[in-house]
């Protein structure tokens, strides 16, 4: 077996317990979310438990990268993964007391969030140690592919567990889906990684460096920017689109439909993890993207679950395409010894977005784009003669006005000089290796 085949094997390893762990998560997301939604009927709360599940990663993913830097990364995604799972049982534990309450969910799901900050850069920084530079795109298609699996398989898996389970079956299952990720990181654990210079700097050092690397790198500076714009909207419909769905049908509806909706990244995904994203990448990302928000906006035309269905599944065929073009125009302008606390320094910019999105989504729904669209509402007689008027209406407008404006800013990175340039360092020998 080659030196690249055994690489690439042992990046399988760890991908494979990862896309263990994605599905578990995905069960634990999806039915917590619908506990909630069923308990108060409200968008808020429903989007409260998306917020404190990524808020505390998302302020100590800087901390988490220089880490990932510093200190073997299969260690820390042992210590990750492991760490999250002490969430859980918190969780779990309240239920079997009999006294869960709103506060002992967002707490746990919040500190399984602080260790994922320690796993999420690690294991996105692993990449690089793992497989060789022309094995990005496969790479990065499958790690996308996992990460689609608590869209693809856990959504309907998990409608059909709180059908006749109780939840904490589906919390059990989740904590064993983290211990065979850690599992299969210590199947690897001896296996030298690709050589990097470890500098000995103080720790703020490190963070402040890597923030002054991408005020210096204009064209990643103008991704992040922009990526972050993305991520609000993609963030809206995280959090919204099971409200609208939950006031149409009922939560083992909507597990099939998430399910069905996500085989659109799973064979986007394949797409790309086999053949892999070669050329014209900022082309692609622009077109994804503007298909993206397209895509997006139909969903919140109809109160048809077939057609919501058929636009959600190509909105999750394009993202792929767009999350890829992304990933690996950053990581072809980035050298190895920066790859762990650059990524967490790009993943805390961009992802200002997600914060926004996650704390305003059910504000907006509960006390603006609702109100619009109910029976006698400000939109009822003009927008709601086209979309319909009543319970999950407004959201539904509010997913067009979204999807529209991404489509806007897919066009405008197209034409942003200093992302095209991007495409042609990474074409260039000296890109492996900016200082």
């Known amino acids: 077996m080659s030196d690249l085949e055994n690489t690439f094997r042992r990046f399988l390893i760890v991908w494979c317990g990862q896309l263990i762990s994605s599905i578990g998560s995905g069960l634990t997301a999806f039915a917590l979310g619908v506990f909630i939604f069923q308990k108060t009927q409200s968008a808020t709360d429903f989007s409260l438990i998306i917020l404190f599940s990524f808020l ?26 492991t760490g999250a799972i002490t969430g859980l049982l918190f969780i779990l534990f309240a239920m079997l007391r009999g006294n869960i309450e709103l506060w002992h969910i967002y707490a746990g799901v ?26 990005y795109s496969q790479a990065s298609g499958l790690i996308q592919l996992a990460g689609s699996a608590q869209y693809l398989i856990s959504p309907i898996i998990a409608g059909f567990l709180m059908s006749v389970l109780d939840i904490k079956i589906v919390l059990s299952i989740d904590i064993i889906s983290f211990i065979v990720a850690v599992a299969a990181v210590f199947i690897i654990r001896n296996q030298e990684p690709a050589s990097r210079n470890i500098e000995n700097r103080e720790f703020f050092l490190d963070i402040k460096e890597a923030y ?18 993305i991520c609000f909207y993609i963030g809206l419909i995280q959090s919204l689109f099971g409200p609208m769905m939950l006031s149409l049908t009922d939560s083992k509806t909507l597990g099939i439909a998430l399910s069905l909706s996500a085989t659109g990244m ?29 895509f997006y906006a139909l969903i919140g035309f109809s109160t048809k679950i077939t057609l919501i269905v058929t636009f959600c599944f190509l909105f999750f065929c ?22 762990g606390r650059i990524w967490s320094m790009v993943s805390a910019i961009s992802q200002v977005g997600y914060i926004l999105a996650f ?19 400000v939109l ?23 999807g529209l404006l991404v489509s806007v800013l897919g066009l405008i990175i197209g034409r942003v000089k200093n992302i095209s340039l991007l495409e042609l360092k990474s074409d260039t020998p000296q890109a492996k290796s900016i200082s």
């Open 266 to 294: 799973l064979v986007s995904s394949l797409f790309i993890g086999t053949l892999g994203i070669k050329q014209r990448k900022v082309f692609i990302l622009s077109l994804s993207l503007t298909l993206t928000g397209f």
């Open 110 to 135: 919040a500190m399984s969030s602080i260790f994922s900050a320690i796993q999420s850069p690690a294991y996105k920084a692993a990449v690089t140690d793992l497989v060789s530079e022309e094995l």
């Open 318 to 339: 394009t993202l792929p395409f767009v999350n890829t073009s992304l990933e690996v125009l950053i990581r072809s302008n980035v050298d190895n010894e920066r790859q």
């Open 212 to 229: 002054h690397y991408l005020l210096s790198q204009k064209g990643i500076l103008w991704l992040v920017i922009l990526t972050s714009m």
């Open 56 to 81: 505390p990663s998302f302020i100590l993913l800087p901390f988490g990268g220089v880490l990932a830097d510093r200190f073997d990364r299969k260690k820390m995604m042992i210590l990750g993964d």
């Open 380 to 402: 009822a007689s003009t927008v709601g003669q086209i979309i319909g008027t009543g319970p999950g209406r407004g959201i539904g407008f509010l997913f067009i006005v979204s």
């Open 359 to 377: 704390g305003s989504a059910g504000i907006l729904a509960d006390r603006l784009f609702n109100p619009l669209l109910y029976t006698d509402g």
